[in-house]
């Protein structure tokens, strides 16, 4: 049952050089995620939830019960719901995941039959089906009763409700983890959509003061995520024919282009800054809201006005501000562990200078040896990131040595 993900991870952003170009103007880094992160960035779920693993004779002894109490009162009787769920989670922690799954879809059917499309008594069997396509790795199954949970609790649309954004947050970032391994050509309707989807509700979110305090980041730094895929994923467009025709080898010619999406990668910038800022006035005094806005402009080569948000930031967090750190730190970008191979641990030991660019990197491998290296894709990926410097005393920037525990993806 499991869907693991195929990650096509060598493969880098390919620049072309012609007569005519629109250049993206920031420094492309190769974010977190992509395909280094740090080792503790997400833990991933087992079976079983620390409680007593199941025998799998005791799960038969529920099922064949089950089946009896079935029928008995007959297939859509109200109470079979719970009794569904609860043999699902013993086979989910006797590790019978398709027995598991096949249960809670029961169990959503007969909620459904029950209480009505949109009856809030699917929500906890929906939550541990969610869960059990976690420790599966099911990303096709969880990405779809994401789906659902989020047209279940609303669709996005206010009054806004807890419940209803989390489903969003959850959806959202599960979707752009799926765009972070695959090639996007062809793609740019459905990066449009999501895009649009979700930039209209975070300017709702962070708009609504009954909810803006709590939520105005988690969609801001979800948006920000989509940004600065947005700027690593997208090839450099190409807008000259001469060029096209010199160059007639199908791998130096340019995408199949999406305009909108062009247009919307030309104005990146200003989006990021948009939206940042929109963070800062909700929560002015957030040492990460700060720092967000201010790595959207390092990343732009925007130092000036970076280092004088980056000070900002320091006062309000200090201690942060003593070492450098990769970018983007806010927010964080990486791909969602549960639904990848086994990661291999990678020590990382550099020095970043006050203008943020690394120098005397070195690797090493807790589980392999100081003398083994990484894969060349990674070493070239380290060397493309982008930093933020240390700051003495939150005034001036200053070169600082700096020790990474990443994992990268074989």
Known sequence: MSARFSLNLGKHLLVLLCLHVYVASADTPVPFGLPVQYRDSEPVLGFGGGRDV??????????????????????????LANEFVEVAQLAMEAGDASLAASLYDVALHNARVNNGLYGDQQLPILRGLMDLYLVTGDREGFEARAAYQFRLLGSGLPPFEDGELRAAVELFDVSLDALMGVSWEGRGGELLALHNRFESMAEAVCADVSVNLAWCEPFTFSLGRFYYLLEHKLDVFVDDPRFERTFSDPTWQSLDREPRLEALQRRLFKEGETVFERLLEVTPDSSEALSALADWHWFYRKRDAATSLYRRACRLSPGRFTQAAPLPEYPRLA????????????????????????????????????????????????????????FMACSEPVKRDLKLELAYID
């Open 54 to 79: 199941s025998d799998p004779a005791s799960v038969d002894q529920a099922q064949a019960r089950l089946e009896e109490t079935e029928q008995r009162l007959g297939p859509y009787h109200p109470s």
């Open 335 to 390: 791909f969602k562990r549960a639904f990848q191979e086994p990661v291999i641990p990678l020590d990382v030991s550099l020095t970043v200078t006050e203008i943020g660019k690394p120098v005397d990197i070195n690797f090493s491998s807790p589980t392999a040896g100081a003398d083994s290296h990484p894969p060349r894709r990674v070493r070239r990926a380290m060397l493309g990131m982008v930093y933020r410097p240390a």
